[in-house]
């Protein structure tokens, strides 16, 4: 059997297969899959997808209700966080050594196929507007500053 920490975050850019790679690994492991967007909707009352891009000032509302979720659970996966202040809560709150960290790495065009595959009934914006909403929540820096934190999987 696959062993995890307590906490493990999955990331990536959109349509690199999260959820998918989530829902597996909570399969595998037993654990609670617990996404960021449920939360990041819960806490602001948005609902779709151009509009929870304006949530990025609620790091710390999103981060007390990821934590109060978290301690529901002996062990979670977390689908989806693109800020990197929201991760060194996490590890403030659990200790880093609490924490797995995953990047999943797929081709661009790989990402443009599924975005265009599922858009009719997920996306409110273009593949482009999606990938550049991410760097402005923070998904870059996030990579930039844990790039010697997490494994690599080719998805």
Partial sequence: MIQTNKIVLIF??????KSTYADAL???TKAKRITVSDIVKRVSGKASRSELQ?????DKEICVELVAEINKYDKVV??????YSIV???AAEFGQDALDLIWLEVADDVRRYRFHDRAIS????TFEEA???????GL????????????VINN
């Fill in 88 to 90: 060194l809560e996490l």
């Fill in 131 to 137: 990938d550049t909403r991410d760097e402005k929540l």
């Fill in 122 to 125: 997920k996306d409110d914006i």
């Fill in 54 to 58: 304006k949530t990025a000032h609620m």
């Fill in 26 to 28: 909570c399969y595998v």
């Fill in 78 to 83: 977390i689908d989806g966080i693109r800020q």
């Fill in 12 to 17: 990536g850019k959109i349509c690199s297969g």
């Fill in 140 to 151: 870059k820096e996030l990579q930039d500053k844990l790039k010697d934190s997490y494994i």
